[in-house]
């Protein structure tokens, strides 16, 4: 049974120890591991900009959702830095209207040939035509025209470069970071600006409110507007000082994406996929170019690379030993090799580079027996004197059990100081539980899976339990 190591942090949090525990390997077990605006008015393209091929609606509207995710936090971010990060919320607008006109006009006149090139020219004449009508840009209103008209590309030609759009996206990764917003809205603001999820999908994700969602991100822009956040790159020693913030909200990003606070699903692969995209994106760029950017990138790889071998085709949990490890995605974990190979630069070591070592273990084991838990375990050592986590102590309690018994393992479990910090964390029970069924004592293996499906949240993780829990109930003698 696996616990889950959650972002850098101080003492772990009682009541939400997965902030404390990434999902870094399946040890011993898996459970360690848009609403678019309907008012809007047709907009037409050029015969040359159409395909002559007219798509199916549905086909219409999974291009749109696919642009969605991939265009629109571009395009915020580039129209956010064109009108002031103070007026994000108007550049959302924009950018949502355009994703509307294209599933109005699309159906009827065909997909362009290059569909972001169109979603990009539409935004920006809706951008020029807020600019043109609202007062609140008057003085600025010439210079903010002459920056969106000064090139005039082809037809189906991209408005904005590449390289213009991964700059302002990594600037809005540093302001949805910024120290000044509450670290519960970090997250939620990146999902919503850089990775285009709506405010629904946002609280789904955390099993909470739309109301409650809005209100973060209402307050995440008011402290923008109000601490006049720059929209900027830091450089210098405030870049050290924020990479590092900017880092840990990634890192927090990808973990509710592999292991979900609750809900219906266990694994959440967009978020994941997201995490793994703004990484990437901080990783090529020279200010996150750095061993700890590639260290946190190879370990999203890695484990992000298993993911459809933790759970079955209905949903339910796999154990490490019962995974197919012929679905583990080997492009996937190429990657994620070459990025741990770039984070060994220099001398800095960290928890990611610690983690992501972890990682590579398991992603080098041709089958469960083959696993180097003894450097799994050294590796575990150096990661408790970064962080004495009692959450990374269960972790490393259950390598010892890999690699000494389950009795050792048990040990090592009463040994982890501040131990009564997990009492209302599930996984600490099941951990036991494993541990009392491997010794043959179905009566305490059962107590402790009982009282970890009572703590469990996620419906995959207690359907799970409720089968160990009848497993040992079955064994217990009359």
């Not at 949090?13 to 605006?37: E, G, Q, T, Y």
């Not at 929209?231 to 405030?238: D, V």
């Not at 019962?322 to 984070?343: C, K, L, N, V």
């Not at 972790?395 to 389950?406: E, L, S």
Request: with cysteine; proline share 5%; glycine share 6%.
């Amino acid at each position: 049974m696996q616990c889950e190591r959650a972002a850098p942090s101080g003492s772990p949090n009682p009541k939400n120890l997965k902030i404390d525990s990434i999902r870094v390997a399946s040890l011993f077990s898996p459970l360690l591991p848009v609403p678019l605006k309907s008012q809007a008015q047709e907009y037409r393209v050029s015969e040359s900009e159409l395909n002559s091929n007219e798509p199916p609606p549905g086909e219409v509207s999974q291009v749109v959702e696919h642009l969605f995710r991939h265009e629109a936090g571009k395009l915020v971010a580039t129209l956010a830095g064109i009108f002031g990060i103070e007026h994000l919320s108007l550049a959302e607008d924009v950018v949502q209207e355009a994703l509307v006109r294209a599933l109005q006009t699309w159906p009827f006149h065909g997909v362009p040939k290059n569909p972001s090139a169109w979603i990009m020219r539409v935004s920006r004449n809706l951008a020029l035509d807020v600019v043109r009508r609202e007062k609140v840009f008057r003085d600025k209103e010439t210079e903010i025209i002459r920056l969106m008209e000064q090139q005039s590309p082809a037809a189906d030609a991209a408005v904005f470069s590449e390289p213009d759009l991964a700059d302002d996206r990594l600037r809005m990764m540093f302001v949805c970071c910024h120290p000044l917003i509450p670290a519960e809205a970090q997250v939620a603001l990146a999902l919503k600006t850089l990775c285009g999820f709506s405010v629904a999908e946002i609280s789904r994700a955390f099993l909470t409110t739309d109301a409650a969602i809005a209100k973060r991100l209402t307050r995440a822009k008011q402290k923008i507007r109000e601490a006049r956040i720059p929209f900027e790159i830091p450089a210098g020693e405030e870049l050290a000082r924020r990479l590092d913030g900017v880092l840990q909200s990634l890192y927090l990003l990808f973990n509710e994406g592999y292991k979900a606070s609750s809900g219906e699903k266990l694994v959440r692969e967009e978020i994941c996929d997201e995490a793994i995209r703004l990484t990437g994106l901080l990783a090529e760029h020279a200010a996150g170019n750095q061993p700890k950017t590639h260290a946190l990138l190879a370990l999203m790889l890695l484990n992000g690379a298993r993911l459809p071998s933790r759970v079955d085709g209905e949903g339910n949990l796999l154990h490490l030993k019962e995974q197919d490890r012929t679905r583990w995605d080997q492009p996937m974990i190429a990657r994620g090799m070459f990025h741990f190979a770039q984070s060994a630069a220099g001398e800095e070591l960290t928890e990611y580079h610690l983690e992501a070592g972890i990682a590579a273990c398991h992603c080098a084991a041709k089958d469960y027996e083959s696993t180097d838990w003894r450097q799994i375990l050294s590796l575990y050592d150096r990661l408790v004197e970064f962080d004495d986590s009692p959450v990374i102590a269960l972790n490393r309690a259950i390598v010892v059990a890999n690699i000494h018994g389950p009795a050792a393992g048990r040990e090592a479990v009463a040994a982890i100081q501040g131990r009564e910090k997990l009492d209302s964390y599930y996984l600490l029970y099941a951990v036991l539980g494993e541990f009392e069924a491997q010794l043959n004592d179905p009566l305490a293996a059962a107590g402790y899976f009982r009282r970890s499906l009572q703590l469990a949240e996620t419906k995959s993780e207690q359907l799970f339990l409720s089968k160990r829990f009848r497993a040992c109930e079955d064994q217990i003698p009359a």
